[in-house]
């Protein structure tokens, strides 16, 4: 183009832009594929490779050493199960105090209440095709709990399992109660930073049976219905179509405001809510 600018030496140009671009894209793609082609050669298979990674990954997230609350060193297997249970029994489990709040309160702030047919609508029997389409909405090739069954099983199984499985389901939404080994669920600590040293660092994630999973999915489902209409506008996180930044640029520009001199002076309060998420309560 430089040398004989044409019309023809301009569309030449543009093709090969093109055409380079196109390859510079299928070049990318093929090194960030190499990258982790050798986990798909040989992750996966019984080979030295794979148990290098698994030793690996089992010694990060070993728990050599934990500190009490005097910070005093805990080394023994024993003495750390010991103390993991004690701490979490008691943020878990703990005894329940009397109520925090009164009843005619939640009622002023709360003024909702249901319709007869959202009445209706809660207290409708599911029927066997929809337990059998929460067992396969289950997202697959996740730990299984205590039992030892994951929805892979129930969803290859179902020929078999189903009918069963299905009128476990329908007894418990008719009585009430629940098997105590459906119930059970195991703990599994996840380090919320690395090096990890006290109890308070870790992350409890449960890990529960594929039928209790699916009893919560129902009940989760028919109370989505009514959801929207109990809950105020004001909450903005934990709900489909609000978002969580919302109140972040709601308090950016409250605070924004302080910074005026024609207002009354003002404080802040910042609540940290890292206990109400580890807590049952």
Not at 214 to 226: D, E, G, T
Request: charged share 25%; hydrophobic share 40%; aromatic share 10%.
């Amino acid at each position: 183009m430089l040398e004989n600018p044409i019309e023809l030496n301009a569309e030449q140009e543009f093709d090969a832009q093109r055409r380079w671009h196109i390859l510079v894209s299928a070049e990318e793609c093929f090194f960030r594929q190499r990258s982790s082609i050798t986990w798909l050669r040989e992750g996966d298979s019984n080979t030295a490779y794979f148990h290098r990674m698994t030793k690996a990954r089992n010694t990060a997230n070993h728990i050599h050493f934990l500190l009490d609350a005097n910070g005093e060193r805990i080394e023994s297997q024993r003495d750390i199960h010991d103390h993991c249970i004690n701490y979490f029994s008691e943020l878990l489990g703990g005894e329940i105090g009397p109520k925090m709040f009164v009843q005619e309160d939640i009622n002023l702030l709360l003024p909702f209440s249901c319709s007869q047919s959202q009445v209706d609508s809660l207290q409708k029997a599911f029927t066997n095709e929809e337990i059998r389409d929460d067992f396969q909405s289950l997202p697959r090739n996740k730990t299984c709990g205590p039992d030892g069954y994951s929805a892979e099983f129930f969803v290859g199984c179902w020929s078999v399992m189903g009918p069963e499985v299905t009128e476990t389901v329908h007894e418990f939404f008719s009585s009430g109660s629940l098997l105590k080994q459906w119930n059970s669920t195991t703990l599994v600590l996840i380090p919320k930073t690395l090096n990890a040293s006290k109890t308070s660092d870790f992350r409890p994630i449960s890990c529960l049976n594929t039928v209790y999973k699916v009893i919560s999915k129902l009940l989760a489902n028919i109370l989505q219905k009514v959801l929207v209409q109990v809950i105020s506008h004001s909450q903005s996180a934990f709900m489909s179509g609000r978002l969580l930044a919302e109140n972040v640029l709601l308090a950016t520009e409250i605070v924004h405001g302080y910074n005026w001199r024609n207002i009354e002076p003002r404080d802040m309060l910042k609540v940290d809510l890292r206990k109400a998420f580890d807590s049952v309560r």
